[in-house]
C-alpha cells in the first residue's frame, strides 16, 4: 500500500505538508510561509496606519516614501511628525473622519506629502492650529477634499508651495490671528463654485503669487469674492504657462449695461 502521508523516508511531513521543511509556519499569523511581523500599532502584517494616531507630548510618528492608507485622522497636539514622500488616503474600511490636525509643536516636517479625498464637509483635509515658524512644511499637494482643502488658525507657520485641487468648500481658509507667509500657492478647482476660492486674514502674506488654473462654473446670482483677501496681502494671481483658466457663468450682460445712452 503506498501511504501519500509519509515522506519518501518513512518520515511525517510537517504542518505546512513538507517534508523538507522547505516551508514552516511562521509571522505573526503562524501561517505557513508566513513572514508577516506586528506593526507598530500592533497589527500582523499592518503598515502603522490603524493606530489611534494622536501624537500628544514625548511621542513621534514617522512615515518616509509610503502610501498610508487611514483609518483614524492624525492629530498632533505637542508631539512630533516627520512625514516625507508620502501620500495619504482613506481606508475603505475607515468608519471614522479621516483629516490630519497639527497643533502647536516644534520640529515638524511635512515634505512631498499628498493628502487625497481627506476631511469631511465641515472637517478640512488640513489644518495648522497656532503652530510656529520652528517647523517645516513644503510640497504639500491636497486633492479632493471634501470640504475646505487647508486651513490655518493663528500662529506663524510658513508654508511653502501649497497645492490645492479640487476642494468642495474653499480652498484655503486663514484667520485674522495668523501671521506667517505662504510661498507659492497653486489652485486647481473644476465644477460650481458657490463661494471664494480662499480666504486670507488680515495678516497673511502670500509671496510668489497664487497660480490659478481649471474650468469654474460661477454662479452670477450668488454674492461672493473670488478671492476674500480680509487684509490680506497677494503679490499677484496667475495662471501657469502649462495650464489654462476657464471662467463661465449665467451671468446675462445687456447692451444698456455697456453703454451710456443719454
Same mark, same amino acid.
Given at each position: 500500500?503506498?501511504?501519500t #502521508?509519509k515522506?519518501?523516508d518513512?518520515?511525517?511531513p510537517?504542518? /505546512? ?6 516551508i514552516?509556519k511562521?509571522g /505573526?499569523?503562524n =501561517?505557513c510561509?508566513s513572514? &508577516?511581523v506586528?506593526?507598530? /500599532?500592533?497589527?500582523c502584517?499592518?503598515?502603522?496606519s490603524t /493606530?489611534?494616531?494622536? !501624537? #500628544?507630548q514625548?511621542e513621534?510618528l514617522? *512615515?518616509?516614501?509610503? #502610501? +498610508?492608507?487611514l483609518?483614524r485622522p492624525i492629530?498632533?497636539d505637542?508631539?512630533s511628525i516627520?512625514f516625507?514622500?508620502?501620500?495619504? &488616503?482613506?481606508h $475603505?474600511?475607515a ?5 490630519i ?7 515638524? !516636517?511635512?515634505k512631498?506629502v499628498?493628502? =487625497?479625498?481627506?476631511?469631511t464637509d465641515?472637517? $478640512?483635509?488640513?489644518?495648522?492650529d497656532?503652530?510656529g515658524?520652528s517647523n517645516t512644511f513644503a510640497n504639500? #499637494?491636497?486633492k479632493d477634499?471634501e470640504?475646505i482643502?487647508?486651513?490655518?488658525i493663528g500662529g ?7 497645492? !490645492?485641487e479640487?476642494? &468642495?468648500g474653499k ?6 490671528d *495668523?501671521?506667517g507667509? +505662504? ?5 486647481v478647482t473644476?465644477?460650481? %463654485?458657490?463661494?471664494s %476660492?480662499?480666504?486670507?486674514g =488680515?495678516?497673511?502674506e502670500s509671496?510668489?503669487? !497664487? ?5 469654474i462654473?460661477?454662479d452670477?446670482?450668488?454674492a ?8 490680506g496681502?497677494?503679490?499677484e494671481?496667475t495662471v501657469p ?7 463661465s457663468?449665467?451671468l446675462?450682460?445687456?447692451l444698456k449695461?455697456?453703454m451710456? +445712452?443719454s
Amino acid at each position: 500500500v503506498n501511504d501519500t #502521508t509519509k515522506c519518501a523516508d518513512g518520515s511525517t511531513p510537517n504542518d /505546512c505538508g513538507v517534508c523538507d521543511g522547505s516551508i514552516v509556519k511562521g509571522g /505573526c499569523d503562524n =501561517e505557513c510561509g508566513s513572514t &508577516k511581523v506586528l506593526d507598530d /500599532c500592533n497589527e500582523c502584517g499592518g503598515n502603522n496606519s490603524t /493606530c489611534t494616531n494622536e !501624537i #500628544t507630548q514625548g511621542e513621534d510618528l514617522n *512615515y518616509n516614501g509610503q #502610501t +498610508i492608507l487611514l483609518k483614524r485622522p492624525i492629530e498632533v497636539d505637542g508631539g512630533s511628525i516627520n512625514f516625507e514622500n508620502v501620500i495619504f &488616503k482613506i481606508h $475603505p474600511d475607515a468608519t471614522e473622519d479621516i483629516y490630519i490636525k497639527v497643533t502647536g509643536g516644534t520640529g515638524n !516636517i511635512m515634505k512631498n506629502v499628498t493628502l =487625497e479625498g481627506l476631511g469631511t464637509d465641515t472637517i $478640512p483635509a488640513l489644518t495648522f492650529d497656532n503652530v510656529g515658524n520652528s517647523n517645516t512644511f513644503a510640497n504639500i #499637494t491636497v486633492k479632493d477634499s471634501e470640504s475646505i482643502g487647508t486651513n490655518v488658525i493663528g500662529g506663524i507657520v510658513n508654508l511653502e508651495n501649497l497645492f !490645492i485641487e479640487n476642494a &468642495k468648500g474653499k480652498s484655503l481658509v486663514t484667520d485674522n490671528d *495668523y501671521s506667517g507667509t +505662504i510661498s507659492n500657492l497653486e489652485l486647481v478647482t473644476n465644477g460650481q %463654485l458657490n463661494d471664494s %476660492l480662499i480666504t486670507l486674514g =488680515e495678516n497673511t502674506e502670500s509671496t510668489g503669487g !497664487i497660480a490659478l488654473s481649471g474650468a469654474i462654473s460661477i454662479d452670477a446670482t450668488a454674492a461672493f469674492d473670488l478671492f476674500s483677501l480680509e487684509g490680506g496681502v497677494v503679490s499677484e494671481i496667475t495662471v501657469p504657462e502649462s495650464k489654462k483658466l476657464v471662467i463661465s457663468s449665467n451671468l446675462e450682460l445687456k447692451l444698456k449695461d455697456l453703454m451710456s +445712452i443719454s
